[in-house]
């Protein structure tokens, strides 16, 4: 199984910042990976897949990059609306797996 | 609009069985893979099982194989999760999902399952 690690497990931030959230596979995931935001009571977000494609409607200060083991999720401009918990997705080998977040709170 | 809903998520004794519905509409359900994912309230994500669209093909998680069968009625936009032997690591909130043919996109709201006796 490909374990998915994230850091930091917490991120402060104030609105407007730039925000970098790092997410990394044990192995090699090539591009398949993806990006999700969920806010508390709701089900997650699609942001990004393919490692660094915004999904449908997804705002443009949201950008994924990397391949292969490392990957970021950055956030340009933080918005109010932005707080919330960041989770990454490998779908590269089944089992697939998911890393276990970063909360972006309010500093 | 898509849409997912689910169901069935209810209180449950240990070593009990129950069955997850998901009901599924605006998309072609018939050409998509589904897979639940479960969520303990306030921790992370597993993925718990997934079926290709016609439903010859499934997979699942290693701390559900055995115990879970997943299967879907492309007949009726509807998908299954059939769990047994339930016990407090089953736990959860369970979301239904659909792959988009790239990867996972849209989520349903999901269905608690409590294990208690």
């Known amino acids: 199984e490909i374990v998915m690690t994230q850091s930091p497990a917490t991120l402060s931030v104030s609105p407007g910042e730039r925000v970098t959230l790092s997410c990394r596979a044990s192995?090699?995931?090539?591009?398949?990976l993806g990006w999700y935001q969920q806010k508390a009571g709701q089900a997650p977000r699609l942001l990004v897949y393919g490692a660094s494609t915004r999904a449908t409607d997804i705002p443009a200060r949201f950008s994924g990059s990397g391949s292969g083991t490392d990957f970021t999720l950055t956030i340009n401009s933080l918005q109010s609306e932005d707080f919330a918990v960041y989770f990454c997705h490998q779908y590269n080998n089944w089992p697939f797996t998911f890393g276990p977040g970063t909360t972006v709170d309010l500093k | 609009e898509v849409l997912l809903v689910e169901s069935g998520g209810a209180l449950v004794q240990p070593g009990g069985s129950l069955r997850l519905s998901c009901a599924a509409s605006g998309f072609t359900f018939s050409t998509s893979s589904m897979h639940w994912v479960r969520q303990v309230p306030g921790k992370g994500l597993e993925h718990v099982s997934a079926?290709?669209?016609?439903?010859?093909?499934?997979y699942y998680g290693d701390s559900v194989k055995g115990r879970f069968t997943i299967s879907r009625d492309n007949s009726k936009n509807t998908l299954f999760l059939q769990m047994g032997s339930l016990g407090p690591e089953d736990m959860a909130v369970y979301f239904c999902?659909?792959?988009?043919?790239?990867?996972?996109?849209?989520w349903g709201q999901g269905t608690l399952v409590t294990v208690s006796s």
């Open positions: 079926i290709n669209s016609n439903g010859e093909r499934t």
């Open positions: 192995q090699s995931v090539s591009t398949n």
């Open positions: 999902v659909s792959w988009n043919g790239r990867t996972l996109d849209y």
